[in-house]
């Protein structure tokens, strides 16, 4: 439920973290050994990756949309077919597993490790069709379905005490969240409603929890991530100069950084001059963000 008395933090006084106008921004992630972000450009195929030294991107043959880092030099990364293994240093690419790849319609789109060295990612149909999409975890070389029947998944994020799993169909308006085994990180009981955002009309797209538990959810459409405490209070506002924000992500020597893509598409040219839509944004907070954890794709 969306209440009156929020915390607004206006970021459009900001210069933009990246100006590169990606169609559609998405997946960002802070690299801890790296000390940079990574984020994607979906539809055009693009990698990016900034840090104090500079901007550096890779080009791929189908769109990619999420990653997760390995160690210091490669990343697990999902394409519209697969996940495989990228060496950000010789380009080299290595096969893990098969994502969908028998259905031509669907994609990949939005992902995270989780802190067991899992990775969780999400597909949707290419032009949103209703249900084509599911939520997958791959673990210890398992890539296991987990939800199906999904139009556009989103918001997939971990609790910091390692209870539950969030994610959002962003159509239903709602986050849901499923509790998960302490061992292994697999769900261990049905989804239910964590928040319900059909009232205030806000779109749910990427999101990111803090170390005190609170989800930062991107809001398609509504310029802006909003902030929610792990007992469903909404607190927080950050409005950007860009419609469609899509992902947020901590990041920063000390993870105080909130980080936020956005995307150009469906943008009309009169309102791209007059906005950064696309743009990378970066906004100070008093959060800590949780440090992203290492997928494990080597295993005994």
Not at 107 to 136: C, L, Q, V
Request: some cysteine; charged content about 20%; glycine content about 8%.
């Amino acid at each position: 439920m969306i209440e009156n008395k929020l915390t607004h933090i206006d970021a459009s006084m900001e210069d933009p973290f990246d100006t590169n106008s990606c169609k559609l921004g998405e997946g960002p992630f802070w690299h801890p050994l790296r000390e940079s972000l990574f984020w994607f450009d979906i539809l055009n195929a693009t990698l990016y990756e900034r840090n104090q030294i500079g901007l550096h991107q890779w080009h791929f043959e189908q769109m990619v949309s999420a990653a997760g880092w390995i160690n210091q030099e490669e990343l697990l990364i999902a394409s519209e077919t697969e996940l495989f293994r990228f060496n950000l240093k010789t380009g080299e690419k290595h096969h893990l597993t098969r994502l969908e790849d028998n259905n031509e319609i669907t994609r990949s789109n939005d992902g995270r490790a989780d802190p067991w060295g899992g990775f969780w990612i999400g597909t949707m149909g290419k032009n949103a069709e209703e249900g084509a999409g599911a939520i997958y975890r791959y673990y210890r070389g398992e890539l296991r379905q987990l939800i199906s029947n999904i139009s556009i998944s989103n918001a997939i994020c971990f609790s910091p005490d390692k209870h539950f799993a969030y994610f959002t169909d962003t159509p239903t308006r709602k986050i849901m969240r499923v509790a998960l085994d302490s061992k292994s990180g697999w769900p261990c009981a049905e989804p239910e409603v964590f928040l319900d955002l059909n009232n205030s009309e806000l779109n749910p797209d990427g999101a990111v929890v803090d170390s005190t538990g609170n989800i930062w959810i991107a809001c398609w459409g509504d310029s802006a991530v909003h902030a929610f405490t792990a007992e469903g209070r909404h607190f927080c506002r950050i409005g950007y100069p860009a419609l469609q924000i899509s992902c947020p992500a901590f990041g920063g020597p000390d993870l105080s950084k909130l980080f936020a893509t956005s995307a150009a598409v469906d943008i009309n040219e009169s309102d791209l001059n007059k906005s950064r839509a696309g743009n990378t944004f970066m906004v100070s907070t008093k959060f800590t963000g949780v440090a992203e954890p290492a997928v494990i794709v080597d295993f005994l």
